[in-house]
């Protein structure tokens, strides 16, 4: 069974559009994350959910929006794409954030959605 | 506040060769540190951690790294190198306790020598 997965995992779209990535993870955790993974590697968090409400927002264009419907899914919408936003958008998810228990802070990744923008 | 370096972008070494990937790292509190590996068209996935206690973690498919807080350091290093080991690797800090983000390093990619 997939712990923490991702569709789609290509997404080739136009200039202008709206899209969304859809994330669900069955591991029983209470946290997920959205992260982007630039064409250099770099990976960057963009949000954090924790029990469906967010903690970590960094900064990040308010095209992008992540919606958390239960505390098992975390999707992202992306408004009006530009050029820019094409990288690698990889969700994550981890047992607790914050606990203090570094066992719980072990994060286990989705397979990333690979996103061009043309 | 948490920050990485990871010395090097690109490391080569020969199959058989010993396996050495640098991880500095600064935080203003005690940190959890943790190395990912990333293989082609994968996510990552987690190859060893340091939370408390001993220093010297050893993680999957023979890779360990050991903690070292007078050098800021959590380098990665396996005996000997094997075709598979050929990934990009990530170093990653968080500081314990509440209110802090997980931060990676750059990666460093692993090539391995026939």
């Known amino acids: 069974d997939t712990a923490v997965s991702q569709t789609p995992k290509y997404l080739v779209t136009q200039m202008g559009n709206d899209k969304s990535i859809k994330c669900e993870q069955n591991?029983?955790?209470?946290?997920m994350y959205w992260y982007k993974q630039d064409s250099k590697k770099f990976l960057k968090i963009m949000f954090s959910?924790?029990?469906?409400?967010?903690?970590i927002n960094e900064t990040v264009p308010n095209r992008f929006s992540p919606k958390s419907p239960d505390k098992a899914h975390l999707n992202l919408h992306i408004n009006s794409l530009e050029l820019g936003d094409s990288a690698v958008y990889f969700c994550?998810?981890?047992?607790?954030?914050?606990?203090?228990?570094?066992?719980?802070?072990?994060?286990?990744f989705g397979p990333g959605t690979r996103l061009l923008v043309l | 506040a948490q920050s990485v370096t990871q010395l090097g972008s690109h490391v080569s070494v020969s199959e058989g060769a010993l396996v050495l990937l640098r991880c500095n790292y600064s935080?203003?509190?005690?940190?959890?540190l943790f190395w990912y590996v990333q293989y082609p068209n994968q996510g990552l996935q987690l190859l060893l951690k340091y939370t408390t206690g001993a220093t010297l973690v050893k993680g999957i498919n023979g890779f360990e790294a050991e903690f070292k807080k007078s050098e800021t350091s959590f380098h990665l290093t396996k005996p000997s190198a094997h075709m598979s080991d050929a990934a990009e690797y990530f170093c990653a800090v968080r500081g314990m306790g509440g209110g802090f983000k997980t931060i990676f390093g750059a990666g460093t990619r692993l090539f391995v020598k026939a």
């Open positions: 591991l029983g955790h209470d946290t």
């Open positions: 959910y924790n029990n469906k409400e967010l903690i």
């Open positions: 935080s203003s509190v005690p940190p959890y």
């Open positions: 994550a998810s981890s047992q607790l954030t914050g606990s203090g228990g570094g066992d719980q802070e072990t994060q286990y």
